[in-house]
């Protein structure tokens, strides 16, 4: 089905939504906020208030299927996302769902078959493929600016937080029975998505995973290897209770290497034998937006397709599960 304006509601309309991702559904061209949901109902009406959403609830399945909605945009954690994606599936809404896209790849298997079946289509909120440092990384390895590509390597390391030293009340972010596992789920998919972007699907992965720091029962330091189909090597180390914070990428290659971080706003950086070049870009207001841009013109028939789906998010927790383990 293609749509003239794309109208969405939001499920769990918590911190993300009202900088990072909520307003870029009202800012995008044939796109618009119609409603949003939380499930204390004060909460919602504040959020619906204060963005100029006409319509809120705090009930999903009321929201789901809200016949003003076309679309929906699923911001709780990861604990919930199979179940509100197989409900808005069922319902023949498009799907739209945060980051990681669900604790297991079991989970994302299941997802992805009800969207198939319901002949709906299912994005992941991977929002950096779309952003231009990121492309502008893609551009690099596409012109070939280091020949063959040979290895990436990766290093994110971050002290642990107030919040988790000696609490009794732990972020959800580090609760496994609602995130999948820690940090590593919550972070480090973001780089193993983006390496899947730029060099392709990774076949092969494996890894440790252990607590060293004893702040949570989660991870909290993880070491993967892993060889994509390209045949292209890569190693990543994460963990969350250093001295100091980190986040570095390296992809190397037969004639030079390009260095970014994930994370940062440090410029992206190329090597070769003939010196150095960088190029710095300013981080969106709105980082989801412009995937969310790509998003509206694939469902409005624009000519345009979005890159980060249900099968690209599904190969990265296919990814951690094998790293950690799972």
């Known amino acids: 089905m293609t749509y003239n304006k794309v109208r969405w509601g939001i499920i769990g309309c918590g911190d993300v939504t009202e900088k990072k991702s909520g307003p870029a559904f009202q800012k995008v061209k044939n796109s618009e906020l119609v409603a949003v949901m939380r499930r204390t109902g004060e909460l919602a009406k504040d959020y619906a208030e204060r963005h100029g959403v006409a319509k809120w609830y705090d009930d999903a399945n009321a929201l789901i299927n809200d016949p003003d909605v076309d679309a929906v945009y699923i911001a709780t954690p990861p604990g919930s996302h199979k179940e509100y994606t197989l409900t ?4 023949g809404k498009p799907v739209y769902v945060e980051k990681p896209m669900a604790r297991t790849f079991n989970e994302c298997n299941e997802m992805v078959a009800a969207c198939e079946e319901a002949g ?5 909120a991977y929002y950096r493929r779309a952003q231009e440092r990121f492309l502008k990384i893609k551009e690099l390895l596409d012109q070939n600016a280091i020949g063959d590509v040979r290895f990436v390597s990766s290093t994110q390391y971050q002290t642990a937080g107030e919040d988790v030293k000696g609490s009794d009340q732990l972020p959800w972010r580090v609760q496994p029975e609602i ?3 820690g940090l590593f789920f919550d972070l480090a998919s973001h780089t193993l998505d983006i390496l899947d972007f730029l060099l392709g699907p990774i076949q092969e992965a494996k890894g440790f995973a252990s607590n060293q720091g004893g702040f949570y029962e989660a991870e909290d330091i993880v070491t993967g290897t892993y060889q994509f189909e390209s045949g292209v090597q890569g190693v990543g180390t994460w963990c969350f209770t250093a001295f100091e914070n980190v986040d570095k990428n390296e992809i190397v290659g037969s004639k030079g290497k390009i260095s970014f971080s994930t994370f940062g706003d440090d410029p992206v950086t190329l090597t070769t034998v003939e010196g150095k070049e960088q190029w710095s870009f300013d981080r969106p207001l709105h ?5 969310v841009e790509t998003i509206v013109k694939e469902l409005t028939g624009s000519g345009v397709s979005c890159t980060s789906t249900g099968d690209s998010g599904a190969r990265t927790n296919w990814v951690m599960d094998k790293i950690v383990g799972n």
């Not at 808005?88 to 319902?91: K, L, P, T």
């Not at 980082?287 to 995937?291: E, G, M, N, S």
Request: aromatic share 6%; charged share 0%.
């Open 287 to 291: 980082v989801h937006q412009p995937l």
């Open 120 to 124: 709906v289509p299912l994005y992941v």
């Open 179 to 181: 995130a999948g596992g």
């Open 88 to 91: 808005a599936a069922a319902a």
